[in-house]
């Protein structure tokens, strides 16, 4: 016997008909594809993946456009001709003035021999010793040449610290170069070592005046 007062006896109260809710009941939610707000979504109704729309965002810090090198030479300013002279007019005065006293001491060498009544044996000697003498002293003359084309090629880069060497070289040279030309004055055969000491004095001071012209000033740093 059941209760009335208990409805808990009577399950069939509980029990909805098969059928009772049809599809249509359910209302449309009021939210588009893709538009459902953040934690708004109703429980089990999550739109597919698919339906959402992905914009993408375009920042132009993030492109990807190859920027063109630039390369050292393109950022340094041009070379002036002024510049490039120096450096040949220091390399022509280096290589002659390395031919300078051999040329006299060959030019000279029948008189460093002597007297040519000698026997054959003590001049074929003494010629050897004048060789070796004009050998020797171009030797030299090339060690103390080096320093003057290694700093002029340098220049042509316009560095000052090269320019600064050169100039000193210079100073330096100009009375070696002087000390050359009153020996080779003194000389029976002067002609090609005067020749040779004023060119090399010439390009020296050429050389000099062409590293600190405008132009030049404005290429070396």
């Known amino acids: ?5 208990n409805p808990w006896q009577n399950p069939e109260q509980w029990q909805q008909p098969t059928g009772q809710y049809q599809a249509s009941q359910y209302q449309a939610s009021q939210y588009q594809p893709g538009q459902y707000p953040v934690d708004q979504h109703p429980a089990g109704q999550y739109p597919p993946t698919s339906q959402y729309q992905v914009q993408p965002v375009h920042n132009p810090a993030w492109s990807m456009t190859p920027l063109n090198p630039v390369l050292p030479e393109e950022m340094a300013p041009p070379r002036p001709a002024t510049i490039t002279a120096a450096m040949w007019t220091w390399i022509a005065a280096a290589v002659l003035a390395i031919a300078v006293l051999p040329v006299l001491i060959l030019g000279n060498a029948a008189s460093l021999i002597g007297d040519s009544t000698v026997t054959a044996e003590d001049r074929s000697a003494a010629e050897l010793g004048v060789t070796s003498l004009a050998v020797f002293a ?14 002029a090629v340098v220049l042509r880069n316009g560095h000052s610290w090269a320019r600064i060497l050169l100039t000193i070289l ?14 080779a004055l003194n000389a029976p055969a002067w002609q090609p070592g005067v020749v040779l000491s004023v060119l090399v004095l010439g390009l020296t001071v050429a050389a000099v005046v062409l590293q600190f012209l405008p132009a030049s000033n404005r290429y070396v740093r």
């Not at 030299?140 to 003057?148: K, Q, R, S, T």
């Open 170 to 183: 210079g100073a330096l040279g100009v009375p070696t170069m002087i000390g050359t030309l009153l020996f």
């Open 138 to 151: 171009g030797f030299g003359m090339l060690v103390a040449a080096a320093p003057y084309v290694a700093f």
């Open 1 to 5: 016997m059941t209760d009335p007062q």
